[in-house]
């Protein structure tokens, strides 16, 4: 949740109950249910997870209705809850990045979320398997073609009302709006028909850290029992619609989908946290063999958008000391010089990143030759990108840069650079060994879980799953 989208909310009296007091099932109890949680997920065909606030709280960002959450605060005349860090930094929790295995390993069918944060397309889950009922805060959509925009800093308003920046495809240019809801919005209809598909025919839908109070969309995980299918709910407070469940889980998200993990033998993979700048030279010959020329540093969004990673940038010229150095310290950062055409240089880019970053500097090294015209260079944007990630993520290092894009015309030249701005890793799931307090396997259609009791002698329970 949003601390600037709870501000520009209009104002609503009554929005539900707010201050639940937390539940926590006993540690054995929690244990038990988190089995059951791993067996029905097993034989689940269609699973799909129903998200809210709750599963962001980890992340540093606030809910709505608990004990400090950001209605309950406002109702006791206290405002707005502080965030542990930006907004525009926060992190994919533990349960985000698990989810996102789960999506990988074929597992998890398709996600819902209630949330505007963000963090479940920045985690990794696909766009297409993804409905977000209530918008997204770093979206924008044009009103004409429908292409969407995902920002890197947070759209200035809310209540799908048209931002300052518009289409990017030359045969549209129409102006863009946001994409998250007020009070009175209705549901998008694409987002709203896809949750509602999913969930008639789900065998499972997993609701995590919601509430369930927000309508229409606390009604839709329930379509899935019209089918035989189960709902599972994982919140610290209870719902409305605890009843309807066939298991009710009170206890941390991030616990819960840990020790489910770990029964399941998956791994909860790292996140890697990609920034993006933009940086071009353009030149125009002066008299006397001088070249004058404008070195800019800006976001890919465009020249209206800011990079809030970005806090200023050192500009220097390592083979040529006889050239002064600079410090650009306001966006856009615009260096502009006067130099000789004939003599080449370096120009090293130190990008000081801000805080909430895994590092505190990335560089950019640009060879400048104003002689001899550059090629124009186009990479294969995911390939190079994964690329990074893994090497970021072996290397356990922040502040790596890679080139993705080069364009040149005769006076200028635009390049396109990828930086690791954070790497956050969650609990270490490794093979489960056959000592361990539980083991999972799957062969073919059948799985077994066994239980090492104290007195060493084994239980166990098996099941098997219907035919596909």
């Known amino acids: 949740m949003s601390l600037g989208y709870a501000q520009k909310l209009s104002y609503k009296e009554d929005v539900g109950t707010v201050g639940m007091p937390e539940i926590f099932d006993s540690p054995h109890a929690l244990d038990s249910k988190i089995e059951e949680l791993a067996v029905m997920i097993l034989r689940s ?33 206290k405002g707005i809850p502080d965030a542990s860090l930006p907004f525009h930094r926060a992190m994919p929790s533990l349960t985000h990045m698990a989810l996102v295995e789960l999506e990988r390993a074929g597992v998890l069918k398709f996600v819902i979320s209630q949330n505007v944060d963000s963090l479940h397309l920045r985690s990794g889950i696909p ?29 200035e308003t809310i209540g799908l009302k048209e931002t300052r920046r518009r289409c990017a495809d030359n045969s549209c240019l129409a102006k863009l709006t946001d994409t998250v809801l007020d009070w009175e919005d209705a549901l998008p209809a694409k987002e709203m028909d896809l949750a509602q598909n999913h969930c008639s025919a789900a065998d499972l839908v997993l609701c995590l850290g919601t509430s369930l109070q927000i309508t229409p969309a606390c009604n839709f995980p329930f379509r899935c029992l019209k089918n035989g299918g189960r709902v599972v709910i994982v919140n610290l407070q209870s719902t409305p619609k605890d009843k309807k469940a066939s298991l009710v889980i009170h206890g941390l998200v991030d616990k819960v989908m840990e020790a489910v993990m770990r029964i399941l033998n998956y791994r909860i993979p790292p996140f890697v946290r990609i920034d993006f700048v933009h940086v071009s030279l353009s030149h125009s010959p002066r008299k006397k063999a001088c070249v004058k020329w404008v070195l800019r540093i800006k976001s890919i969004h465009g020249p209206k958008a800011t990079m809030p990673f970005l806090k200023s940038v050192e500009v ?117 060994p056959e000592n361990d307090d539980l083991i999972t396997s799957v062969n073919g259609g059948a799985f077994t879980l066994k239980r090492s009791c104290e007195d060493g002698d084994n239980s166990e329970k098996s099941a098997k799953r219907s035919p596909r």
């Open 45 to 77: 065909k269609h699973l799909v997870a129903f998200t809210g606030a709750g599963i962001s709280t980890s992340s540093g960002i606030p809910d709505f209705r608990g004990p400090k959450g950001v209605w309950t605060l406002q109702q006791a005349g």
């Open 316 to 432: 220097a010229f390592p083979n040529r000391p006889d050239m002064k150095c600079d410090l650009l310290q306001e966006q856009p950062f615009v260096l502009k010089r006067q130099t000789t055409q004939r003599k080449s240089f370096k120009i090293l880019l130190t990008l000081n990143l801000s805080e909430g970053c895994g590092s505190s500097f990335s560089q950019i090294e640009w060879p400048v030759n104003f002689q001899v015209k550059q090629k124009s260079l186009s990479l294969d944007r995911d390939k190079v990108l994964n690329e990074l990630k893994g090497l970021a993520e072996r290397e356990s290092c922040c502040g790596q840069e890679v080139l993705l894009e080069r364009n040149v015309e005769s006076r200028s030249e635009f390049t396109a650079h990828a930086i690791v701005t954070n790497i956050v890793r969650y609990a270490k799931i490794e093979e489960v």
């Open 127 to 155: 766009r297409e398997k993804l409905a977000e009922l209530h918008g997204n805060s770093f979206m924008e959509v044009c009103s004409s073609c429908g292409k969407e925009y995902l920002r890197d800093f947070e759209i």
